[in-house]
Structures are given as structure tokens and as C-alpha cells.
């Protein structure tokens, strides 16, 4: 019972919510939460008490994302909170085509689908779909290795990096942020309060903690619709994901939640800049998963795919 109890005041401190709710808390979750939050993820909850342990706040936050960065893995899938996807699970973009091709030609070739997200063009007469600004991308195969399509949740995603759409102050929030902050454990929070904060376009990398991923790049999109921004959002995610060799990473539509892009426009943006990094950086990634949460975003992505990374030639399909 004196047990019980202290797990109980235990977890107050920790999710600051009032007894009364606690003791409604089914206790072998209780305990498991505890088993995953020790103390010191608790003094990392409060961000006061981390120097009862010794040594800087920084140096604590270091070693603990080392810690998870070094866990056996088995032991790490232990402390996961939600299912985990391994990378092999996410089909590429080539075998997704390959399995749902007869249904996303016939998504294709309805009119109203290439009226309003394609421009087809046939000037020099071999018909070519076209991006936003007129360009016509190649059939690649190996770049159509390198990007997937995956609707689901981002946190359960095991691989070398998560993309957060976060805010400036880094500090968590709604949407898929607060869904990273809540899967990786308050760790993270006390590492994103050291950052100083992220300016609209720019990224910054922490660990991922209890998250199955080993990294969050967390990135701040636009909120005024500003394109150029998005890009950089995109660009910047790309630069340190090469530049901490990590070789594959996964977006979330970024802005187009809470801070309203249209998502079809976000869409071309990250389809353009994906392809385009992969064209000039070809080596340095295994793959970019591009997570779609919403249906309606799934769709859109499906349409885009056959403009940014065709799978075949539009001649012999039309
Ligand atoms: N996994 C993958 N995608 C998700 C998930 C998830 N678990 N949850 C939501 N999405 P949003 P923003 C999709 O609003 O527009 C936060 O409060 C969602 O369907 O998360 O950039 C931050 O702190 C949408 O497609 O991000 C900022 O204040 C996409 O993620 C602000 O929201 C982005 O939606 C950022 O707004």
C-alpha cells in the first residue's frame, strides 16, 4: 500500500493532475508510466531539480538523450508507448505504385483530378505532366525507391528521424507536436527548452527519447501562407538530417493544420523540394516518407506523385 502511494504522489508531481483523477488510474498503467518516467524524467516534467542529480542541466539532458541513443533495442521497444513501424513496413513509392496501379490510373485520368492539380502538356508532342511553375520531372527509379507514401501516425514510426511541425518557442502544443511531445516523455521538452527557441523556416534536431525515432527535427512552417518559408522548412529538415548522416526521415504536412497553408499548394512545395534534394543528393538519404494523417491528404499526395516522382510514361498511359 505505502508502495501504491508513493507512485501515486509520484505521478501527481509528475502530470500535475489532482489525486482524485489519479486514484481512477488503472494501476498496472500506473505502473508501467512509472517504469517509463523514472525520477529523472520526473525532474525533467518540473525542469527545477535537475542538478540534484549532479552535474549541469545540460550535461543531464546530453546523457539522457545518449542514453536512449545507445539502448539496446529491444530494451528501448520495451518503453515504447504506442505500436512501432519499422522502416522495411513502409512501402516505397514504386511498390505502392506497383500494387495500387489500376486504381490511381483511374484516380488519374478523371478529369476534374487533372484539371485542377496537373498540367498536362503535349508541345513537343510527347504529353508530360507539368509542377506549378511548368517543370516536368523524369521517371527515376531509384529516387521512386527513395520516397514513401504512409498514412498514419508519425510517432509510431521507427527510424532515423520524425519531422515536428512545431512553433517558435519549441515548447510543444496541439496537433502533431503535442502528439511527439506526448509519445517521447517530458526529456524531450527539457532538451527543446535549451534550443532557444526556432525562427519560420529554420530546423532544429533533438533526440527522440522514448519516441520509436531516433531524432525530432522540429521545423516552424509559416502561418501567413508564405511559400517560401515552407520551402525552407523542407530544405533545412533535409540539411540536418544529411548533416548528422541519418538516412531516412518522415514529413508530417507541415502548416497546413493549425496554421492553415492549403494543403494541396504545401503538397506541390514538399513534393518539389523532396525530389529536387534527392536529384542533387541522391546518396545521402534511404528514404523519405511522406506521412499523410488526413484521407484528404493521402488523396491529394496520390495525385502529386505522378508529376514529382512519375512511374511511368505519361505517353503510354494517357
Ligand atoms: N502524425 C502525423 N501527422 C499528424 C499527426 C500525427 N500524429 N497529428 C496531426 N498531424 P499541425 P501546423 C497532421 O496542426 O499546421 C501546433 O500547436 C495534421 O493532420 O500539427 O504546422 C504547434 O505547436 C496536419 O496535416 O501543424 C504549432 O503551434 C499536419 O500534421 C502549430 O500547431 C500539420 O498540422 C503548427 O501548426
Not at 509519445?183 to 530546423?203: F, H, I, Q, R, Y
Not at 506541390?268 to 534534394?277: D, G, K, M, S
Request: aromatic share 8%; proline share 5%.
Amino acid at each position: 500500500m505505502k508502495r501504491i502511494n508513493i507512485l501515486l504522489i509520484s505521478l501527481r508531481n509528475y502530470t500535475r493532475l489532482p489525486a482524485r483523477q489519479l486514484i481512477t488510474c488503472d494501476l498496472s498503467r500506473s505502473l508501467s508510466h512509472t517504469e517509463r518516467f523514472p525520477p529523472t524524467y520526473r525532474s525533467f516534467g518540473t525542469l527545477s531539480t535537475m542538478s540534484r542529480t549532479g552535474g549541469s542541466k545540460d550535461e543531464m539532458i546530453e546523457k539522457e538523450k545518449n542514453k536512449f541513443l545507445s539502448m539496446p533495442l529491444e530494451q528501448k521497444r520495451s518503453l515504447y508507448k504506442a505500436p512501432y513501424v519499422l522502416l522495411q513496413a513502409v512501402q516505397t513509392w514504386e511498390d505502392y505504385f506497383a500494387k495500387a496501379k489500376e486504381r490511381l490510373r483511374k484516380q488519374w485520368s478523371d478529369v476534374t483530378c487533372q484539371m485542377s492539380l496537373l498540367k498536362i502538356a503535349s508541345d513537343s508532342g510527347t504529353p508530360t505532366r507539368k509542377d506549378e511553375s511548368g517543370k516536368s520531372y523524369a521517371v527515376n527509379p531509384e529516387l521512386n525507391k527513395k520516397v514513401s507514401l504512409w498514412a498514419g501516425n508519425i510517432t509510431h514510426l521507427e527510424i532515423d528521424a520524425i519531422v515536428n511541425a512545431a512553433n517558435s518557442r519549441l515548447l510543444g502544443g496541439g496537433g502533431v507536436d503535442g502528439a511527439i511531445h506526448a509519445a517521447a516523455g517530458p526529456a524531450l521538452k527539457a532538451e527543446c527548452a535549451t534550443l532557444n527557441g526556432c525562427v519560420v523556416g529554420d530546423a532544429k534536431i533533438t533526440g527522440g527519447y522514448l519516441l520509436p525515432a531516433k531524432h525530432v527535427i522540429h521545423t516552424v512552417g509559416p502561418q501567413d501562407g508564405n511559400g517560401n518559408h515552407l520551402e525552407s522548412c523542407y530544405k533545412t529538415c533535409l540539411r540536418l538530417l544529411t548533416k548528422h548522416h541519418l538516412r531516412s526521415v518522415a514529413f508530417p504536412c507541415i502548416s497546413t493544420g493549425i496554421y492553415g497553408f492549403p494543403p494541396e499548394g504545401a503538397a506541390h512545395i514538399a513534393l518539389r523540394t523532396v525530389r529536387e534534394f534527392l536529384e542533387k543528393n541522391p546518396q545521402s538519404v534511404d528514404r523519405v516518407i511522406f506521412c499523410l494523417f488526413l484521407p484528404t491528404d493521402l488523396n491529394i499526395y496520390e495525385n502529386l506523385m505522378q508529376v514529382y516522382f512519375p512511374v511511368e510514361d505519361l505517353k503510354t498511359n494517357l
